[in-house]
Antibody, heavy 121, light 106 residues
Framework: EVHLVESGGGLVQPGGSLRLSCAASGFNFKTYAMNWVRQAPGKGLEWVSVISSTGDRTAYPDSVKGRFTISRDNSKDTLYLQMNGLRAEDTAVYYC??????????????WGQGILVSVSP | IQLTQSPSFLSAFVGDRVTITCRASQGIDTFLAWYHQKPGKAPRLLIYAASTLQSGVPSRFSGSGSGTEFTLTINTLQPDDFGTYYCQQLANYPYGFGQGTKLEIK
């Protein structure tokens, strides 16, 4: 059974930084692309980033490009999201999501439970 | 590409047949997925490639459409089907979601 567990969330001031981690188990982590998806309180879903199975290709929407960096350690079955220059509008529950394919289809077939990031003075 | 779901809110009885529509602002072939989210939980993939049922999803769920108009149909609605349904386009960056359809069981 696929298991994804996020950690590293919390309260941070505007302009601050935070690093999220996602520990994966139950599948061959290094053969799948991985993603981060977020959901602001009471709002819909927003894709945040994708990384290919080997980690050589990444993509971001304009809303986080240049501020967020996705990475992975296939030897530790762990996904990361480094978030810098945080803004109030980044406040959301962040989900780690497994991709259906290695290359990054952005079809999210398994999700973590989510972790809250709050950006406030 | 903008996705518009209709209706935004839906109330139905157990046993009903329910249809949710997702319209894309431009053609996306069949690059569309559907998700179901219950309050306080992570979303769950139901359908991808517009009509392919994800493994483990009950067969009462089905998807159809191509181009700009898509539908998610739930046959014989069950109590566990309450929550919010989202469509997602996979054709063009930034791969956005619809605004969601909240389904209430009467």
């Amino acid at each position: 059974e696929v298991h994804l567990v996020e950690s590293g969330g919390g309260l941070v001031q505007p302009g601050g930084s935070l690093r999220l981690s996602c520990a994966a188990s139950g599948f061959n982590f290094k053969t799948y692309a991985m993603n981060w998806v977020r959901q602001a309180p009471g709002k819909g879903l927003e894709w945040v980033s994708v990384i290919s199975s080997t980690g050589d290709r990444t993509a971001y929407p304009d809303s986080v490009k240049g501020r967020f960096t996705i990475s992975r350690d296939n030897s530790k079955d762990t996904l990361y999201l480094q978030m810098n220059g945080l803004r109030a509008e980044d406040t959301a529950v962040y989900y780690c999501a497994k991709d259906l394919y290695a290359s990054g289809s952005l079809i999210f077939d398994d999700w973590g439970q989510g972790i809250l990031v709050s950006v406030s003075p | 590409i903008q996705l518009t779901q209709s209706p935004s809110f839906l109330s139905a009885f157990v046993g009903d047949r329910v249809t949710i529509t997702c319209r894309a602002s431009q053609g996306i072939d069949t690059f569309l997925a559907w998700y179901h989210q219950k309050p306080g939980k992570a979303p769950r993939l139901l359908i991808y490639a517009a009509s392919t049922l994800q493994s483990g999803v009950p067969s009462r769920f089905s998807g159809s459409g191509s181009g700009t108009e898509f539908t998610l149909t739930i046959n014989t609605l069950q109590p566990d089907d309450f929550g919010t349904y989202y469509c997602q386009q996979l054709a063009n960056y930034p791969y956005g979601f619809g605004q969601g359809t909240k389904l209430e069981i009467k």
